[in-house]
Every structure is written in C-alpha cells, then in structure tokens.
C-alpha cells in the first residue's frame, strides 16, 4: 500500500528516551501562563514538526498522544481536533507509515517478573501500539511478526478489559482490513495481504 501524500519522508527513528528527554525540555519552555489546553497544543505542535521533519519516534509520540485525548474525550475526534489544531490529528496513512518503520529488534518487551530498564536506544511501544506494528510487518512477510502477532491477538481479549488503548487496534485493524479489501477489488493483487490469514480480534 503506497503511503498518502501527506506522509512525510523518513529520515530517522528516534529512540524514546531521546523523545521523553526532549518533550520533558519542551513543556518546561511552555509559559505558565497558558491554560492546559494551549500546553497540550504547544507540545504537540513541536512533536509534530519534527514528525514531518522525518522523525518518526516523534510520530509515535504523537499517535499515542491523539489516543490519550481521545479516550480522555469518549471518542471525540472533533474535541481532540479542536485542541490540537486542524489538520494536526495523526490519521491511519501516517500510523501505518510509522508502524512499518519500527524497528522489532530494538523494541524494548519487558517480560513478567523483569525489573531491567530499556537500553537508551529502545522503542517504547504500549502493547496496542505493538500490535499495530506486528500487522504491518506480517502482512510485508515477516513470519517472526506473525507469530508474534497470532500470540498477541491470544492475549488481546483479556488486555482489552483493562487497557482502554486496545480499541484504537481494532480501529487500525478495520481501517487496515478495509483498505486490503478496496486494493484487491482494483486488480492491486495480494502483494499487501499478510503471508497466511490473520484472525480478527
């Protein structure tokens, strides 16, 4: 699936400790003198010109931050809009650009029980996030994201219950299931299909 338009270039994937670190100088620049909302906006808006610079971990920030405030809005896409600035709502082309650029091998997975800290040049994914990376790179072909996948999509049903980011996945996957279906109907071929079935959560 070729990107939209208006996805930028990638340049680089900076790891989340330089993204945090960066943010955290950021929002201590923000005046106090505006309210919460015009902090919010202030903060994204510099993410999100060094999204569009090339940076893609400063998209991921920024996917992540649309999700906040839309559960933090029951849904509102207008309301998350409004605080963002038009035109600033990160939609499905950029997260699936973003998604396919993650790199698995430097995504930090903490195991049950593990007390370590990420190494400075880790991606920090939330769990809904991952699974939007690993049906990307399992639909590009790569059998370690499908099993990945298929074992994640094992443990989705009793995450969902606890972890309100779980339906912005089921939104990506429908988004993406629609497109596959609108590419197939146009003679576009399987090329973007995953390489075995994928179950639907």
């Known amino acids: 699936m070729p990107d939209a338009p208006d996805v930028p270039a990638f340049r680089e994937l900076s790891p989340t400790m330089r993204v945090d670190a960066l943010l955290s100088d950021w929002k201590a620049s923000l005046g106090p003198e505006l ?3 015009a902090r919010e906006r202030g903060l994204y808006e510099k993410a999100w010109e060094e999204y569009l610079g090339g940076d893609f971990g400063f998209g991921l920030w920024c996917w992540h931050e649309c999700d906040r405030l839309t559960n933090a809005f029951r849904g509102s896409v207008r309301e998350v809009t409004r605080v963002l600035g038009a035109g600033h709502y990160l939609g499905f082309s950029h997260r699936r650009a973003i998604a396919a650029r993650v790199p698995l091998d430097k995504v930090y997975r903490p195991r049950k029980g593990d007390m370590s800290t990420p190494r400075t040049d880790a991606i920090v994914l939330p769990g809904y ?3 939007c990376v690993y049906l990307v790179k399992a639909a590009s072909g790569d059998r370690k994201a499908q099993a990945q996948y298929e074992i994640a999509l094992g ?3 009793d995450r969902r219950r ?3 980011y779980h339906r912005h996945f089921e939104t990506f996957k429908s988004l993406w299931d629609r ?3 609108r590419a197939s109907s146009e003679g576009a071929g399987p090329a973007s299909a995953p390489a075995r079935p994928v179950k639907s959560p």
């Open 35 to 37: 309210d919460a909302e």
């Open 155 to 157: 443990e989705l049903e």
């Open 179 to 181: 497109q596959l279906q």
């Open 129 to 131: 996030q991952l699974l």
């Open 162 to 164: 606890a972890d309100p």
